[in-house]
């Protein structure tokens, strides 16, 4: 199936919520719903544990591996060969992340990433592509590698290196696979107090907490359902899907 055949949201779990495990259940990403209206995506932790009512963030960027200049690649291409910056990759360490380009010709397009062997820092590494090349890539066209956000998660920095993707809901061993909230009533530690109904934002000061960002120029991680005290956990309702 190509990135471009869409569909709908998973009916059949095959990972309980309150699990994780070594083993690959669903796609990165994908989609369930509770009954209750709570919505929740399926990740693979990265090097540390993921932690229950904490936030989490998305692997940290790459900036070694942007702004890459492109090869000649025709229409219907299925691969891109790019010469990588100072930081090597492992196999498949982009499979289902996006080459986006950033620099016409074909700019504004992101195709997904299938699979890649690895790669020494500032070697050449070939992309495999899950669908053609729609415009014509030149020598003057720039590409990003991004990486698969539920894909190496960790729990929330206080200075941000990506964007917040999810808040835990259990434990999730390091390097293990498991379930991430992203809509709905959720139980977060809170940094300072929040008030009702004001919307918060990923804080800069306490590792996987959230913080009143009434005045705060951040990612809105939700809105406070009910006032939590400092240090405390408490109901929030968030946007994150």
């Known amino acids: 199936m190509t990135s471009t055949q869409l569909s709908g949201s998973v009916s059949v779990v095959a990972a309980e919520l309150f699990s994780d495990s070594s083993v690959k259940q669903h796609n990165l990403g994908e989609l369930i719903f509770s009954n209750d209206g709570r919505a929740f995506r399926y990740v693979l932790a990265g090097g540390t544990a993921l932690v229950a009512g904490k936030l989490q963030q998305a692997p940290a960027e790459i900036t070694d591996h942007q702004g890459l200049t492109s090869p000649v690649v025709a229409v219907d291409g299925t691969s891109v060969a790019v010469t990588l910056g100072a930081t090597a990759v492992t196999a498949n360490q982009y499979a289902g992340g996006y080459l986006m380009v950033t620099v016409t010709p074909g700019v504004g397009i992101q195709y997904l990433i299938s699979g890649h062997l690895a790669a020494n820092a500032s070697a050449s590494v070939t992309l495999n592509l899950a669908d053609p090349i729609e415009v014509a890539l030149t020598a003057t066209s720039r590409l990003d590698m991004v ?93 994150l899907m």
């Open 147 to 239: 990486l698969n956000p539920y894909s190496g998660v960790i729990v929330n920095p206080t200075t941000k290196t990506s964007c917040p993707v999810g808040v835990g809901v259990k434990v999730i061993t390091a390097a293990q696979y498991g379930w991430l909230q992203v809509g709905g009533i959720a139980n977060i530690l809170s940094d300072g107090a929040t008030a009702v109904g004001n919307f918060v934002s990923p804080s800069g000061s306490v590792v996987g907490a959230v913080i009143d960002a009434t005045h705060a120029q951040e990612a809105v991680v939700g809105n406070a359902v009910t006032g939590i005290a400092d240090t405390e956990y408490g109901a929030i309702k968030l946007i």
